[in-house]
């Protein structure tokens, strides 16, 4: 499976990569990885390419077109991104923009135009309202929107090994709330 993982520096892209990092091997399964981050420390766009599969990889890179699910943590960067989708591409994206692009000119119809033509299979989620709502930061939507791809079972990992990978990245003080972020993922 194909994951590209995207968003802007902050956001916490790269600590998403590390649970997930943790849940395949949890299960035995092969991995790579590669981060791609400009200015990230300012707000600049990061992706990661995530690939798991039951034999080596050897590339961790992901081809044009190639991507199985897209998991966006905001609107705009989803759109940056497109080219990595075809038909059967699954967009999880948060429903929200990044406080760095006060995009008044973009909207979630703008995106679908943009993510239409290439994915049929688009989930515009509230993981940052409802995070904002029930744990009072929106710093967990990464977290929810995961919990939503291993509930539906769009991404091949089980609900135990994600919660094992979570405690594993997280200190004990944050853990607790990105489990709660994380089975939230069930209600999105």
């Not at 590209?4 to 949890?26: E, H, N």
């Not at 190639?66 to 080219?83: E, N, P, T, Y």
């Not at 904002?132 to 089980?158: M, N, R, W």
Request: charged share 25%; proline share 3%; with cysteine.
């Amino acid at each position: 499976m194909n994951i590209l993982l995207t968003g802007i520096g902050g956001q916490g892209i790269i600590t998403l990569k590390k649970v997930l990092s943790y849940a395949v091997l949890k299960e035995g399964k092969f991995f790579r990885s590669s981060e791609l981050h400009g200015l990230s420390q300012k707000g600049g766009e990061v992706l990661v390419h995530f690939r798991i599969a039951d034999q080596e990889i050897f590339s961790p890179l992901i081809e044009k077109g190639g991507a199985d699910l897209i998991i966006s943590l905001d609107l705009h960067q989803a759109s940056r991104v497109v080219d990595f989708a075809s038909k059967k591409t699954i967009f999880i994206v948060d429903n929200s923009f990044s406080p760095f692009f006060q995009l008044k000119k973009f909207s979630q119809s703008d995106f679908l135009k943009i993510a239409s033509p290439f994915s049929k299979k688009i989930f515009i989620l509230e993981a940052s309202k409802i995070c904002q709502e029930k744990l009072d930061s929106d710093v967990y939507k990464g977290t929810a929107l995961l919990g939503f791809a291993c509930f539906q079972k769009i991404i091949p990992l089980k609900e135990k090994s994600m919660t094992w990978a979570l405690k594993k990245v997280f200190p004990a003080d944050l853990f607790q709330k990105n489990k709660k972020a994380f089975l939230l993922g069930k209600t999105l």
